[in-house]
């Protein structure tokens, strides 16, 4: 007796993506589609073979989903280290949303099945990236800034921080990138895809917070 298809999930940001995946993989899989406001109830409702949603929507619920397979279709221009938490979080496949319709059918099967699943522009980001130690929240933050020409003094203030505790997380880039200099780490930090130039904004907009309670350091005096 020739087996059911599996059912999919679809979930994303954009109405008419979710629409797309929902359309693309309906000739191989049983469909439901739901808007990502609706993604948590439906999840809770019922039971998935395989779950396809965008990059955020993976990251909010995987970690509340567990043992569910997930598909991510990300960004064109999605970083290494953006693939490497979406894996690291629990999803077993991860699609540029340029792939063709034959690949998703492929990678939707795949998933479903309990196999890991690569598009080739994802794969090449992670291999990038292997090896190379991850950095720190606040390392992402300095680094943003850094890419924004910021020097110690000026970082500091944007985050709040003592220079002394900027040069620390500036000497910790410079060895986790492999750089000789500022500038070569911010050239290796393009390189890799680890920057989101949106991030430097967003740190600076932050409100303050007391100087050093994150980092385990006082300002000085």
Same mark, same amino acid.
């Given at each position: 007796m020739e087996r059911p298809p599996p059912q999919a999930l679809v979930s994303h940001a954009s109405p008419l993506l979710s629409a797309g995946i929902a359309a693309a993989v309906t000739p191989c899989c049983e469909v439901v589609a739901c808007a990502r406001t609706e993604l948590g109830s439906v999840l809770a409702r019922q039971r998935f *073979? $395989? @779950?396809?949603? %965008?990059?955020a929507e993976a990251l909010e619920w995987l970690s509340q989903a567990q043992g569910l397979r997930w598909l991510v279709v990300g960004e064109a221009d999605h970083r %290494?280290? #953006? /693939?490497?938490? #979406?894996l690291a979080a629990g999803a077993l496949g991860y699609l540029d949303m340029q792939c063709s319709v034959e690949e998703l059918q492929r990678a939707a099967m795949a998933v479903a099945a309990g196999r890991r699943y690569l598009c080739s522009r +994802? +794969?090449? /980001?992670? #291999?990038?990236? !292997? %090896?190379?130690?991850? $950095?720190t929240p606040r390392e992402r933050e300095v680094l943003c800034l850094l890419c924004q020409g910021l020097d110690n003094k000026s970082i500091a203030l944007r985050l709040d921080l003592a220079c %002394?505790?900027? =040069?620390?997380? @500036? =000497? #910790? $880039? !410079?060895? =986790? $990138?492999? *750089?000789r200099s500022r500038t070569q780490a911010v050239a290796e930090a393009h390189r890799l895809g680890l920057i989101d130039m949106r991030c430097g904004a967003s740190a600076a907009q932050r409100a303050p917070r007391p100087t050093g309670l994150a980092d385990g350091v006082r300002p000085s005096a």
């Open positions: *073979a $395989l @779950v396809i949603s %965008g990059h %290494g280290d #953006a /693939v490497r938490q #979406a +994802a +794969a090449s /980001v992670v #291999a990038d990236t !292997l %090896g190379q130690v991850p $950095l %002394g505790t900027v =040069k620390t997380h @500036v =000497k #910790a $880039l !410079l060895q =986790k $990138l492999g *750089a």
